[in-house]
């Protein structure tokens, strides 16, 4: 009879695996203990072998995709049986329950429909007489609607820094009819369309919301109401500020009007011109008349170097002449910055399954236990000579790490608060030292462990951890090797690193973070003298350790490893 093969979980952090190869392909014969594939998962490559016997009559998943544990993988059996029934049990009372769903769904959905329909026609018929009119668009009335503009990627809003036009002004669809301040730069809104400018929503200073009406454009003589009448109150507040200044204002003598109508000119003509907003700027500051330069941007449009580069003629020269001292000394110290054009590249690569696992672990981790960290300074002028001691009569090479890890499992006997774990309802006081070694690899890191560590020598701990590390980097390890931890020591002290703090390797209730030593000047018997420090950090779960516990149990390691006479005890 046919049999499903199912992908396993080999390890205990294992969601997913991927078939990074098959050792079998369908019609071949296999009997029990077989390798029929290698399943990559979130610390290494395993072989998966068969506890089945017979023809391999299907296989699901290709090499390189990943399957959910559980999830069917192959099926086994006699040569020619029919196996598809296998393959649809596992669905069939899925799809019903889903098929009863959508129709429990679809007749909600008809019923919601329906009131819904019966709201509407009952508004529609109390609300007949007040919509008349509210169904005019901006097509009906051949005009187009100017919006504020999404500027930026962070852009919420805009800040109308100035009008070039005013209404009843003729536009062409590439005038710049106002310039926006957004949350990075000032920058010009185009108009897009032919026509007058029949309508200014946002008075100049006055903010606007992304995609909220600042202008209308369209023929002239548009009767644009109805259009306004669906508009919010804010629009309605803008039409009646622009009616009261439709109002007729106190009679002004000859010369003041001569004065403000020579000023109007002047900024009609410099807002038909094509410039940048910096460009206006720096013109008006100079008081030179935009229409008198030339520009060499893009169709004529002026830009800042442009406006700094202008001569006046013979007739402008008086005016410029009289431009104020410090005019003439920012015209000195302007620094005109160089344009650099460069290309936004990157490169996306799938993850890895130890890739993510490393995130979801950690994440879980960091945002579930409250951690808080400690930090020592520990003075390694014994340790050095110690180990450069043991080095010569031991045979294997001992790390300043394998003392460490040493130190650690001596001083977790003496803490066993330290050496627990959170368990929900109750706190896991653990009475063995497993101590996790975190290893970096290329796709990531593992965290093998040195088991019951307090009672080994440091020759035998250097070489558990040598042996671990090689099979790390071929990815060798099994379950057995990484399971089991109830403390960690991280350490990249060797990559130069003089302090850091790590992530909790959940369920332990604390980690170790090892720095490198460094040679610095130190303070013995009054004297300053040089001293080769090493800095660790011990990160704590607070729901297990306190602050109190976490500081005694550091004391105890600076003491061990002061003092390494005391680990050979």
């Given amino acids: 009879m046919a049999e499903v093969v199912k992908m396993p979980k080999m390890s205990d952090t294992m969601t997913e695996g991927v078939i990074a190869k098959w050792h079998k392909k369908v019609g071949d014969k296999v009997n029990s203990g077989d390798l029929i594939a290698e399943v990559e998962t979130d610390k290494a490559t395993m072989d998966f072998e068969s506890y089945q016997e017979g023809t391999l009559l299907y296989i699901g998943p290709k090499e390189g995709e990943a399957v959910a544990i559980d999830a069917v993988i192959a099926v086994l059996g006699e040569e020619g049986e029919d196996y598809e029934a296998l393959l649809k049990d596992g669905g069939s009372a899925s799809t019903e329950s889903k098929s009863e769903e959508k129709s429990d769904d679809k ?4 019923s919601e429909s329906s009131d819904k329909q019966e709201d509407t026609e009952e508004q529609d018929t109390e609300e007949e007489g007040d919509t008349a ?19 930026s990627d962070t852009m919420k809003e805009g800040v109308i820094a100035q009008w070039n036009f005013k209404v009843g002004d003729a536009i062409k669809s590439d005038d710049a009819i106002a310039d926006v301040e957004t949350d990075k730069a000032t920058m010009e809104v185009t108009a897009y369309a032919d026509g007058t400018l029949l309508y200014i929503g946002v008075e100049a200073g006055d903010a606007a919301q992304v995609n909220e009406i600042i202008a209308i454009v369209g023929p002239e003589g548009t009767d644009i109401k109805p259009l306004l009448n669906k508009k919010s109150s804010g629009s309605k507040a803008a039409s009646s500020d622009s009616k009261k200044e439709d109002k007729p204002t106190e009679k002004k003598d000859d010369t003041t009007a001569k004065e403000e109508g020579s000023e109007s000119a002047s900024s009609s003509d410099d807002a038909r011109v094509k410039a940048s907003p910096l460009a206006r700027k720096i013109a008006k500051d100079k008081g030179i008349d935009l229409a008198q330069v030339k520009g060499s941007a893009e169709g004529g449009r002026i830009v800042k170097k ?3 580069d202008f001569t006046p003629s013979a007739k402008e020269s008086a005016p410029a002449k009289e431009a104020s001292a410090p005019a003439a000394s920012s015209e000195k110290t302007t620094i005109s910055i160089p344009q650099y054009i460069g290309e936004e590249r990157y490169t996306e690569k799938p993850v890895n399954q130890m890739r993510k696992t490393i995130a979801r672990r950690l994440a879980e981790s960091l945002f579930t236990a409250p951690h808080f960290y400690l930090t020592i300074s520990l003075d390694m002028d014994n340790a050095m000579a110690a180990r450069a001691q043991i080095n010569e009569v031991a045979p294997v090479k001992v790390s300043f790490n394998d003392i460490v890890i040493k130190a650690v499992a001596v001083a977790l006997k003496k803490h066993p608060a330290v050496n627990s774990s959170w368990q929900g309802d109750k706190v896991r006081y653990n009475e ?7 290893i970096a690899v290329e796709d990531g890191l593992l965290v093998p462990v040195v088991r019951f560590a307090d009672g080994k020598s440091l020759s035998h701990i250097s070489a558990e951890v040598k042996d671990f590390a090689g099979k790390a980097k071929a990815k060798k390890l099994q379950p057995s090797d990484w399971e089991g931890s109830t403390f960690t020591v991280s350490n990249l002290g060797m990559f130069g690193i003089d302090e850091f703090t790590s992530i909790i390797n959940s ?19 009054g004297a300053v003298v040089p001293g080769n420090v090493m800095k660790v950090t011990l990160g704590c779960d607070h729901r297990v350790v306190d602050g109190a516990t976490g500081a005694a149990f550091l004391q105890t390691v600076k003491s061990l490893i002061e003092s390494p006479i005391r680990l050979l005890a």
Avoid at 133 to 151: F, H, K, N, Q, S
């Fill in 107 to 110: 007749e909600e959905k008809k």
């Fill in 133 to 151: 009119g509210d169904d005019v668009t901006a097509e009906d009335l051949g005009v187009t609607v100017v919006t504020m503009p999404l500027l």
């Fill in 306 to 308: 442009d406006v700094e």
């Fill in 432 to 438: 063995h030292t497993n101590i996790g070694v975190a």
């Fill in 507 to 525: 369920p332990d209730g604390a980690i170790l973070s090892v720095g490198a030593i460094q040679q610095v000047p130190v303070v013995k018997n």
